[in-house]
């Protein structure tokens, strides 16, 4: 058995808030439509921040989200409204590809890089 997937690019998906960038809000103003097209799931492109010098898959902070799309509390309410439709979310995770804004290649380049016992210097 298998699942129809719609993919969202939520940047350019929907602007709810006219800033000319698609957010959270807009994704969910859409939901009634994804839903009528049978999908099972929406899978949305990397969410969390990220200073977007690749699109966004070069992300700083795996635990929050990305402020251009609103709110951790609006994602949340984004997947609540989803599941009311019976509708999964996915997101894109690409664990391998950490931006170097991220806490943990800061904490790699706090030593004086004279350190060789520096602990996190090989991070």
């Avoid at 990220?50 to 929050?64: A, L």
């Avoid at 439709?85 to 904490?107: M, N, P």
Wanted: hydrophobic share 40%; net charge negative.
């Amino acid at each position: 058995m298998g699942a129809v997937v719609y993919q969202v690019y939520l940047r350019s998906f929907c602007d709810s808030d006219g800033d000319g960038q698609g957010d959270f809000g807009g994704l969910m103003s859409k939901l009634d439509y994804i839903a009528g097209l049978g999908v099972d799931a929406i899978w949305l492109s990397p969410i969390h921040p990220s200073p977007n010098r690749d699109w966004g898959y070069d992300v700083s902070d795996y635990e929050g989200v990305h402020p251009d799309y609103g709110t951790l509390a609006d994602f949340n309410a984004l997947v609540a409204a989803a599941h009311a439709r019976g509708l999964k979310i996915i997101l894109d995770e690409v664990l391998a590809h950490t931006s170097d804004e991220h806490a943990w290649f800061a904490a790699s380049r706090e030593g004086d890089g004279q350190t060789r016992d520096w602990p996190k210097k090989d991070w």
